[in-house]
């Protein structure tokens, strides 16, 4: 992983669990950010607390091109400035009311968050079509024991299943879970996905028995 000097890219989503127009949280290895996407498809990363009460943002809703919390209905832009308090309808809140935000790029229906500055863009995965995402209660480590494969400095591990050759993309997160997006070489229809799908629920399954024989 690249130091925090330079910073690094976090793929903490796939494209197609962020419709255009709603929120959800998600982790990096530095904690909790709320995930949006705009009416108009543009999409935005934020701490996951309000300023106002600290109330989850990715709690929220999101309306035109704002992130509103649920609690008090504060909204917020893009860059994290507050730009409405339905409490005072006349007031221009100020620019010191505002959520730190995280650079967020979306490439080959991948959504990367930024933690830090990183010195480039987020690695391409042409070739890839990406399946869906799992959470294991075990670190890259254990992941990467169960696979018998390394991860590459992107996050990716290879895995063979009977359907054809299938492909894990890792997020560690802070607490030694680790974030894992399934991905398939090619977009081979139906059998393929449910074959890579089990695939990867079974190497989580052996992941999480290491991680617990570790832990003992």
Known sequence: MPSATTGFWTPVALSRDLPAGTVMPARTAAGSIALWRSASGRISASAD???????????????????????????????????????????????????????????????????????????????????????????????????????????LVEIDASTGAVCLLLSAWEDGQTLIHVLLKADTGPAAGIGASRAAESLRRRAEGLQREIAQ
């Open 49 to 155: 607390r309000c300023p106002h009460r600290g109330m989850r943002l990715s709690h929220g809703f999101v309306r035109g091109e704002t992130l509103s919390c649920i609690y008090h209905g504060w909204s917020y832009g893009q860059a994290g400035n507050c730009l409405r308090i339905p409490a005072h309808p006349g007031l221009t809140p100020p620019e010191t009311i505002r959520v730190a935000t995280h650079d967020v790029e979306e490439t080959d229906n991948v959504i990367w968050a930024a933690v830090g500055t990183p010195a480039s863009k987020p690695p391409k995965l042409d070739g890839f079509t990406p399946l869906r995402s799992l959470t294991a209660f075990a670190d890259i480590a254990a992941i990467e024991a169960a696979a018998g494969a390394k991860a590459s400095p992107d996050g």
